[in-house]
Nanobody, 118 residues
Framework: VQLQASGGGLVQAGDSLRLSCVGS????????MGWFRQAPGKEREFVGR????????NYADSVKDRFRISRDNAKNTMYLQMNTLKPEDMAVYYC????????????WGQGTQVTVSS
């Protein structure tokens, strides 16, 4: 499974941005896909996830009222719609995927930079 994240950029606080994550390869083996982010000097943190079989989503408390995960099955693409961006959202965003019964996300995209100016 290969993942390609894109859509990052420079925005102002309060703006919106949509990230994309395109999957290729044996994507039928994937159970869940997630978004993570890592700011400079900080550890990588969970942003949200999507369970492919049910479409259910979960989000970190810091983003749950502003971010939304969606998908386009025909395009093998997962999206992260980010609204009302804040300077503290600035980070490199990664998409990831894992198989059922796997405790960890075993597949990672290359990351896309989101910069939020105040």
């Amino acid at each position: 499974v290969q993942l390609q994240a894109s859509g990052g950029g420079l925005v102002q606080a309060g703006d919106s941005l949509r990230l994309s994550c395109v999957g290729s390869g044996r994507t039928s083996s994937i159970y869940a896909m997630g978004w993570f982010r890592q700011a400079p000097g900080k550890e990588r943190e969970f942003v949200g996830r999507l369970i492919l079989s049910t479409g259910s989503t979960n989000y970190a408390d810091s983003v749950k009222d502003r971010f939304r995960i969606s998908r386009d099955n025909a395009k093998n693409t997962m999206y992260l719609q980010m609204n009302t961006l804040k300077p503290e959202d600035m980070a490199v965003y990664y998409c990831a995927a894992k198989r059922r019964f796997s405790s960890e996300y075993g597949y990672w995209g290359q990351g896309t930079q989101v910069t939020v100016s105040s």
